[in-house]
């Protein structure tokens, strides 16, 4: 299982281009909603849930919406919201699904987004499998 996020034609995060007041002003710390989905037993879904929460918690500034369904309607779900084009920003991932999803753009290319992730505890093998 992998942790994915869903490619978008746009961005809850905000413009990177906001004014800051001055040059020597931090640029004002933008808020953030992110859609969170996954699948899993009961026990899974409290497990998620208060990881999600203490991110929350941790990062003010960001809001999580939790959107858990059960295995057998999680596939189902997923490629609805994504034909509509309401895809969530991050999805749980299996991996017999991965290869097809990251091959139809339903998946963003983490290395896109090297220069605000740290992939640096991720294997090299693991990056350039695609």
């Known amino acids: 299982m992998a942790l994915a996020a869903c490619a978008a034609a746009d961005s809850s995060l905000g413009d990177d281009d906001a004014d800051t007041g001055t040059d020597d002003t931090p640029a004002a710390e933008e808020e953030a909603t992110i859609k969170f ?8 879904h409290e497990l998620t ?11 003010p500034r960001i809001t999580v ?6 295995w057998t ?5 997923l490629a ?4 509509a ?6 999805i749980t ?9 990251a091959s139809r753009g339903v998946l963003a290319d983490i290395l896109d987004y ?11 093998t693991i990056l350039g499998f695609w």
């Open 93 to 101: 991932q299996e991996e017999r699904y991965l290869l097809d999803d």
């Open 114 to 124: 090297s220069e605000i992730i740290d992939l640096s505890n991720i294997d090299d």
């Open 80 to 83: 609805t919201t994504v034909a």
């Open 49 to 59: 849930q208060q990881v999600l929460d203490n991110v929350m918690v941790n990062q």
């Open 73 to 77: 309607g999680y596939w189902d779900k």
């Open 37 to 44: 989905s996954w699948w899993g037993s009961d026990t899974r």
């Open 85 to 90: 084009g309401d895809a969530p920003d991050v």
């Open 65 to 70: 919406v939790s959107d858990f369904t059960d």
